[in-house]
């Protein structure tokens, strides 16, 4: 009963933050699987993870806007990878991590003759992630993320942003999970 208690406070306050601290919240409920690894097990699991990982979406795609006839001014590639590399191989206070992430999308016309790419960004970014556990078995995470983002280009064509974003997941029941 305790164990329900916790949750639904840690429900609640992942839900708050989300809410009065973001800007841009997304919010995804997926299905977990019902087998909950123990504490000891699931930490060295993710102490021997591998360093080296995807981070967002990874893509290429190909297409025009809807409706429109496809011709070399309207068509375009647009194409998204994404990596990430943790920065040290033991955990760190907390049982946490630290990681820098890397993505690169990439807006490339191949219709035209000279295959021009009209619009790069670059998004750089460094992460610290906390794996929390209750009654031995993991219950969810906390992610702080520092990014940037960058079209590469300086003076009046510069456009850029930083955010700092926080995000967090808990297992509500052997089926449920709520990240946000």
Same mark, same amino acid.
């Given at each position: 009963?305790?164990?329900?208690?916790?949750?639904?406070?840690?429900? /609640?306050?992942?839900?708050? *933050?989300? %809410? =009065? *601290? +973001?800007? #841009?919240?997304?919010?995804?409920?997926?299905?977990?699987?019902?087998?909950?690894? !123990?504490?000891?097990? /699931?930490? $060295?699991?993710?102490?021997? +993870?591998?360093? =080296?990982?995807? !981070?967002?979406?990874?893509?290429?795609?190909?297409?025009?806007?809807?409706? %429109?006839?496809?011709?070399?001014?309207?068509?375009?590639?647009?194409?998204?990878?994404?990596?990430?590399?943790?920065?040290?191989?033991?955990?760190?206070?907390? $049982?946490? !991590?630290? =990681?820098?992430?890397?993505?690169?999308?990439?807006?490339?016309?191949? !219709?035209?003759?000279?295959?021009?790419? #009209?619009? *790069?960004? &670059? $998004?750089?970014?460094?992460?610290?992630?906390?794996? &929390? &556990?209750?009654?031995?078995?993991?219950?969810?995470? =906390?992610?702080? /993320? /520092?990014? #940037?983002?960058?079209?590469?280009?300086?003076?009046?064509?510069?456009?850029?942003?930083?955010?700092?974003?926080?995000?967090?997941?808990?297992?509500?029941?052997?089926? *449920?999970?709520? #990240?946000?």
């Amino acid at each position: 009963m305790a164990d329900m208690t916790i949750k639904k406070y840690l429900t /609640l306050i992942i839900f708050l *933050l989300s %809410a =009065f *601290l +973001a800007v #841009h919240t997304n919010a995804q409920l997926i299905k977990v699987d019902h087998q909950r690894g !123990f504490t000891d097990s /699931l930490r $060295n699991e993710l102490i021997n +993870a591998p360093y =080296f990982g995807l !981070f967002k979406d990874n893509y290429f795609t190909v297409g025009t806007a809807v409706g %429109a006839k496809p011709t070399r001014n309207n068509s375009d590639v647009k194409f998204q990878i994404s990596i990430a590399q943790r920065l040290t191989k033991t955990t760190l206070p907390g $049982n946490s !991590f630290i =990681f820098l992430m890397y993505t690169q999308k990439t807006f490339w016309n191949v !219709f035209e003759k000279s295959l021009p790419m #009209h619009d *790069l960004n &670059f $998004n750089p970014g460094i992460g610290w992630s906390i794996p &929390f &556990f209750s009654k031995g078995r993991y219950a969810g995470k =906390f992610t702080l /993320l /520092l990014e #940037h983002e960058s079209n590469g280009r300086d003076s009046l064509e510069s456009r850029s942003w930083n955010r700092i974003t926080f995000s967090g997941s808990t297992i509500i029941d052997r089926w *449920l999970m709520v #990240h946000a």
